[in-house]
């Protein structure tokens, strides 16, 4: 199987500058039977924020680690989003800077030092309203799709 596609697995590329979520347009099969994703220049379409909600909802169940939060992204997705540590960390690095989670230096259940994350009371409120947005959009979209007369 390619890198980019897990049998039953959407893996959903990630914009690392921005934390947006590339979500294409078309798949192509590859010789294996399995679904490939294409890049944006091939008509990928980018869902603003998206990494940046889900990495604030994650730390709303309190602070963790860089692993941590991919993992619970997966497990929570029913490992249907797979977050790569080269979109995470920089999605982490401009949270701190926005002030939305802070971070420290602290030591695992495995004995050793990881940075962790932790949401801010800016960053409650930041997902409180990302999130309503989030619903409103998808809720558009649904209603979109679930027209009759197709």
Do not use: C
């Not at 500058?17 to 091939?42: K, V, Y």
């Not at 989003?81 to 920089?90: A, D, E, F, T």
């Not at 690095?93 to 004995?111: D, F, H, M, P």
């Not at 990881?114 to 409120?125: D, H, K, M, P, V």
Request: cysteine-free; aromatic content about 4%.
């Amino acid at each position: 199987m390619s890198p980019r596609a897990k049998r039953g697995v959407l893996i959903i590329p990630i914009e690392p500058s921005t934390g947006q979520m590339m979500i294409p347009r078309l798949s192509a099969r590859n010789d294996d039977n399995t679904t490939s994703m294409p890049d944006t220049e091939r008509g990928g379409e980018v869902i603003k924020g998206t990494l940046d909600l889900l990495v604030l909802k994650v730390l709303q169940l309190g602070p963790m680690h860089g692993w941590g939060i991919t993992e619970l992204i997966e497990h929570r997705s029913e490992n249907l989003l797979s977050v790569n540590q080269g979109s995470l960390y920089p999605a982490l690095y401009r949270l701190v800077r926005q002030g939305l989670i802070r971070s420290a230096w602290k030591i695992t259940e495995n004995n050793r030092r990881a940075r962790f994350y932790e949401l801010t009371a800016a960053g409650r409120e930041q997902l409180r309203d990302e999130r309503a947005q989030w619903e409103r959009l998808s809720r558009g979209v649904n209603l979109v799709l679930r027209t009759a007369g197709e």
